[in-house]
Antibody
Framework: QVQLVESGGGLVKPGGSLRLSCAAS????????MSWIRQAPGKGLEWVSY????????YYADSVKGRFTISRDNAKNSLYLQMNSLRAEDTAVYYC??????????????WGQGTTVTVSS | SYVLTQPPSVSVAPGKTARITCGGN??????VHWYQQKPGQAPVLVIY???DRPSGIPERFSGSNSGNTATLTISRVEAGDEADYYC???????????FGGGTKLTVL
C-alpha cells in the first residue's frame, strides 16, 4: 500500500540541528516530486520545501532558505530534510507529501503521519 | 508573495450545502487543490486541479475556480465532514507552494 513514514523529530535547543527522514513505499518513488510541509501548534499548513523527482530542482520557503536542505535518495526510496540553525518558530509537526505533476499541478495526494519537532531551551 | 484568503470559519446544518471560498489575485489562472484535515490527522486531498476528485472522495465534494475566487462545495453535509479545509496553489512567480489560512467547518 502507498505509504510515507516520517522520522527524526524530537526536542532540540535553539541553534541546533535535526535531520528528518521520510520513507516511501508502495509506489515508484523516483517518479514523483516531493514536498515538506509543516504545521505549528494550533496553526495552519505552511509549505517548507519541494524537490523534483531527480533532485535537480529544489525550492524553499523564504522562512527556511539558507537553514534547511532538502534531499532525496531514490535508491533508498527516501526523502530528507536537514534543518540547521533551528529557531523556536520552527516548532511544528513536519509532514512529507507526494506531489503530483510539475509545480504541483495535481496536488499532494499522499501524506505521512508527521513527525514533531520542538525547538526549546 | 501570493496570498490566499479563506474565511476562518463556516457553519452549516446537516444535510445542507457548505461553500468554502479561497480568494487570490487571478486565482482562476492557477490549479487549485483542497485538503481536509481532521484533528490529530494528516491532511487529505479532496479536490485537485480545481474540480477533480481523487478516488475514494465522495461525489458530495466538488470544486470550482474562476476569476479571483475558488470554491469548495460540500453537498448534503454530514457530521463526519467537520474539519479544517485548506486551499493550495503553486505560485509560479516565486516557485513557492502557497496554502490558504484554513477554514474550520462546523456542522451544527
Amino acid at each position: 500500500q502507498v505509504q510515507l513514514v516520517e522520522s527524526g523529530g524530537g526536542l532540540v535547543k535553539p541553534g541546533g540541528s535535526l535531520r528528518l527522514s521520510c520513507a516511501a513505499s508502495g509506489f515508484t518513488f523516483s517518479d514523483y516530486y516531493m514536498s515538506w510541509i509543516r504545521q505549528a501548534p494550533g496553526k495552519g499548513l505552511e509549505w517548507v520545501s519541494y524537490i523534483s523527482s531527480s533532485g535537480s530542482t529544489i525550492y524553499y520557503a523564504d522562512s527556511v532558505k539558507g537553514r534547511f536542505t532538502i534531499s532525496r535518495d531514490n535508491a533508498k526510496n527516501s526523502l530528507y530534510l536537514q534543518m540547521n540553525s533551528l529557531r523556536a518558530e520552527d516548532t511544528a509537526v513536519y509532514y512529507c507529501a507526494r506531489d503530483r505533476g510539475w509545480n504541483s499541478l495535481y496536488g499532494m495526494d499522499v501524506w505521512g503521519q508527521g513527525t514533531t519537532v520542538t525547538v526549546s531551551s | 508573495s501570493y496570498v490566499l484568503t479563506q474565511p476562518p470559519s463556516v457553519s452549516v446544518a446537516p444535510g445542507k450545502t457548505a461553500r468554502i471560498t479561497c480568494g487570490g489575485n487571478n486565482i482562476g489562472s492557477k490549479s487549485v487543490h483542497w485538503y481536509q484535515q481532521k484533528p490529530g490527522q494528516a491532511p487529505v486531498l479532496v479536490i485537485y486541479y480545481d474540480s477533480d476528485r481523487p478516488s475514494g472522495i465522495p461525489e458530495r465534494f466538488s470544486g470550482s475556480n474562476s476569476g479571483n475566487t475558488a470554491t469548495l462545495t460540500i453537498s448534503r453535509v454530514e457530521a463526519g465532514d467537520e474539519a479544517d479545509y485548506y486551499c493550495q496553489v503553486w505560485d509560479s512567480s516565486s516557485d513557492h507552494q502557497v496554502f490558504g489560512g484554513g477554514t474550520k467547518l462546523t456542522v451544527l
